[in-house]
């Protein structure tokens, strides 16, 4: 074998050493602590959001003095909210709805505000922002009791159905408001009228969509 020259030599030692290095790394016992294995057994640390907005972290702008070097509290106060009996936000609630979560009235000048007017506005105009809440007031279509009926009953679009809502008379009286007082029609719209177009089921999906 033909004598290396000692720069060959060094070329082979080098990497030599390379590999070895490469190697021990790969090969590393299970008990040698790494930087990996440290954060591994780092504790999962979850931020206590509460606890910064009652520093006043997220309000000290409009905080005073006393407030934020009062001790923490939730930032709800429950011992004031009132009860469900003395809540003047339900009272408000319930006297709409006369003493019940649903339409007990047949006066169909308070149904239509107490349902329709939000959308349709008092007067019937109508509006834009959100959507658009077409007017109820001098508008030919309103001509035909049965249309109106037919949307209570089935809904329209964005409009929700009342299916569940009213009952026949409820939507008679309703109907015969639309009719007559926001649109002067003589029409007469009565209970049976409805009942000719109730079904045992409301339509799961918009009318219109179809």
């Not at 709409?96 to 008092?122: I, P, Q, R, W």
């Not at 809440?133 to 109106?148: E, W």
Request: net charge negative; glycine share 8%; with cysteine.
């Amino acid at each position: 074998m033909r004598e290396m020259t000692p720069k060959l030599l060094t070329v082979m030692l080098l990497g030599a050493t390379g590999s070895a290095a490469l190697l021990g790394c790969s090969q590393q016992s299970d008990d040698v602590q790494t930087v990996a294995t440290l954060h591994e057994q780092d504790p999962i640390v979850t931020d206590d959001y509460q606890a910064s907005r009652n520093t006043g972290s997220w309000g000290g702008v409009y905080m005073s003095r006393e407030e934020l070097t009062a001790p923490a509290v939730n930032i709800v106060d429950h011992s004031s909210l009132p009860t469900m009996d003395n809540d003047p936000s339900i009272a408000e609630w319930e006297t709409k709805f006369e003493g019940t979560n649903a339409f007990v009235t047949t006066d169909g000048k308070k149904l239509y505000h107490d349902s329709c007017a939000a959308c349709h506005m008092h007067k019937g105009e109508g509006a834009y922002g959100a959507g658009y809440y077409p007017p109820l007031a001098n508008n030919s279509k309103m001509q035909s009791k049965y249309y109106i009926i037919d949307i209570l009953i089935n809904g329209f679009r964005g409009m929700p159905s009342f299916h569940h809502m009213m009952n026949d008379e409820q939507m008679a009286a309703v109907t015969q408001y639309v009719v007559t007082d926001l649109n002067g029609y003589t029409d007469t719209v009565t209970a049976a009228d409805v009942e000719q177009l109730r079904h045992a089921v409301p339509p799961a999906s918009d009318p219109s969509d179809e």
